[in-house]
């Protein structure tokens, strides 16, 4: 990536921060094996740093080719591909699910219970049914099944285990996948809570669903082809797995261990299920395409991916009663920051700046299970990505320190 500060309002000698900082307190000890990150403003890059190894089995370095699970930094590619449909009229926000899978007006709604021996599950019908707006949203009432490394497992979650869905291993197709889903209480009334979920996987079914097309090649023709995104797939080809990340796990003894060997990874080979909530992998590159593209409200290149407008809508806070994650999450997670934080369509947004204690209140965000990280700030036209491969993502709060230090880097 090409280094041009000009202009940009930003103090090299204070982005160089970054680099001292993750070398002495993360690369060096061993913490993690390696990082990139890069910082874009006013349409140039104005850092950019590949830092330590890629794969520490091999002593292979992290170089700016290098490609990362993004796990579920897929997650705003599947709302944009998903929101697209929207702008063509194809459905509103508050749309049933069941208008597509009708199988979706049986669901119910767990009240108590465990369903162990003596403490039976007891549900309700659902109020109303689950719309495009709780999917976007995480509103929905759906959970991650007790996929995800750190969260609990509700009683609720043992239904989506025996189900087996989204297992490891079992091969699904989109509407077997929704299918189950029908079938499985939700944790909480439609819209009225937060719970991260496997609803981007649902809007993903529903791309293909309502455009015709599998979700797969949707998603490349409609936003990986246009903006370029040439290393950014499902699966890592043959002649790419030498660029593959090896991916490690932090142990409660705070040592690290090799998770996913890139030789052996299941990335290298086509996936049993199509996931929109955290399939894809690629470089740093490639999400920086994305990120360029939302900074410039939804166009790169000349190539339009979702209107301005969309775009805007999609950031703001669609949370219940325009409360914020603190209030509203049933997990309670705290790896992405809670408190002062809104929820929109597939990005979570800063919406109280002196709760968040952060130097902006205008970015919105995601991130990955490995630690992966992206915001993009409209006011300040800025937009950060930060990659590395550790599990769980809660280890460390890089985020909160890269906006430390991005933002005091801004001097005009």
Not at 51 to 64: F, I, S
Not at 124 to 130: D, L, N
Not at 184 to 190: D, G, I, M, T
Request: net charge negative; charged share 20%.
């Amino acid at each position: 990536m090409d280094i041009d500060i000009s202009g940009t309002g930003l103090d090299a000698g204070r982005l160089h921060r970054i680099t001292e900082h993750l070398e002495r307190f993360y690369v060096g000890p061993g913490k993690i094996a390696g990082a990139e990150v890069a910082v874009g403003r006013r349409g140039k890059v104005a850092y950019h740093a590949s830092l330590g190894l890629r794969d520490r089995e091999r002593g292979v370095a992290t170089g700016d080719d290098t490609i990362y699970r993004i796990y579920s930094m897929t997650k705003p590619l599947t709302s944009i591909a998903l929101m697209q449909l929207f702008e063509r009229g194809l459905f509103q926000l508050d749309d049933a699910v069941s208008r597509f899978y009708p199988s979706w007006k049986q669901h119910r709604v767990w009240v108590s219970g465990t369903g162990d021996d003596g403490d039976p599950l007891v549900t309700e019908p659902a109020r109303r049914g689950v719309t495009f707006r709780d999917l976007l949203s995480h509103t929905s009432g759906l959970t991650y099944g007790g996929l995800l490394l750190g969260m609990n497992v509700h009683p609720i979650d043992r239904i989506y285990q025996a189900s087996k869905i989204r297992s490891v291993g079992v091969n699904s197709t989109m509407d077997e996948f929704m299918e189950k889903l029908a079938t499985v209480p939700l944790r909480f009334q439609p819209g009225t809570a937060y719970q991260y979920s496997l609803a981007t996987d649902a809007c993903g079914a529903l791309v293909e669903k309502i455009s015709g097309v599998p979700f797969a090649q949707y998603l490349q023709e409609h936003i990986l082809d246009p903006l370029g995104m040439t290393d950014t797939s499902f699966e890592v080809t043959p002649d790419k797995v030498h660029r593959f990340a090896a991916n490690y796990q932090r142990n409660p003894d705070k040592t690290t261990t090799l998770m996913d060997d890139p030789a052996t990874s299941v990335y290298t080979r086509p996936p049993t299920f199509v996931s929109g909530g955290g399939g894809l992998t690629g470089t740093l590159a490639d999400y920086a395409r994305f990120c360029e593209m939302l900074r410039r409200g939804g166009e790169l290149d000349g190539h339009r991916i979702i209107g301005p407008r969309t775009l805007e809508l999609m950031r703001r806070n669609h949370l219940p009663g325009g409360k914020d994650l603190a209030s509203l999450d049933v997990e309670l997670l705290t790896e992405y920051g809670n408190i002062g934080v809104g929820f929109g369509l597939g990005f979570a947004s800063t919406i109280d700046q002196v709760a968040t204690g952060a130097l902006t209140r205008h970015d919105y965000y995601w991130g990955g299970a490995a630690s992966t990280v992206f915001w993009v700030d409209p006011a300040e036209d800025l937009w950060v990505i930060f990659m590395t491969q550790l599990m769980p993502s809660a280890s460390f709060d890089f985020r909160g320190q890269l906006r430390s230090l991005v933002y005091s880097a801004i001097v005009d």
